[in-house]
């Protein structure tokens, strides 16, 4: 029984040590797990790197803004608006006026269709805060549009437009606000803005309007008060 015993254990022995030397031997063998092992280092260091790039970004200032042009290096801008007496006058050009307030150097020129200025459009000129020239140019009345024609038969704000151009080259005249024409050799743009448009202020830096149309309201009975002598007080706008 002893000699069973220790022959088990001798086996025992052998095959643990024949195990042993063949582990020592496998750790000088070359491994295959090795270039999935360098990818992952290098997949890691590469992330490692990224977060250098992001640390460093965040503590890098901002860059400045870009600044716009100083006002004083821009042309100046000429806006011709001619515009005639009606119901929706003051609300398209109230509209318009806004839009050219939040554009730096411009000069509006605004060209009444009658003999001479209105008290609404002195007193809507003068509450606009815009550097602006007030003239008047009355339409012949062979150029007029009659009674049941289409906008097209005739041409329409012409004596107006052309009055401005005059006040550009020649000067004099004005009949409120800005006086004095540009001198010879002034840097300068004309733009004809119609005072039923709308326009984006981003018109005055890259050629956005829309041409909208302003219903004509229904005044029956605003007519039939003042056949009756009981108008609306013609001075209320004044």
Known sequence: MKLKL?????AYFLVS????????VQLGQPCDCLPSLRAAAEQLRQKDLRISELQADLHRPPPAPAQPPEPEALPTIYVVTPTYARLVQKAEL???SQTLSLVPRLHWLLVEDAEGPTPLVSGL??????????????????????????????PRGVEQRNRALDWLRSGGGAVGGQKD???PGSRGVVYFADDDNTYSRELFEEVLVWHTRTEKPKMKQ???????????DPAVEV
Do not use: C, D, M
């Open 6 to 10: 220790k022959n088990v254990f001798l």
């Open 222 to 232: 605003e007519e039939q008060l003042q056949r009756q002598g009981r108008g609306s």
């Open 94 to 96: 109230v509209r318009l």
């Open 17 to 24: 040590i024949s195990g042993l030397l063949y582990a020592l």
């Open 125 to 154: 000129l003068a509450a606009s805060g815009l550097l602006f020239t007030h003239l008047a140019a009355l339409t012949p009345k062979a150029q007029r549009l009659r009674e049941g024609e289409p906008g097209w038969v005739r």
């Open 181 to 183: 024409p540009p001198p």
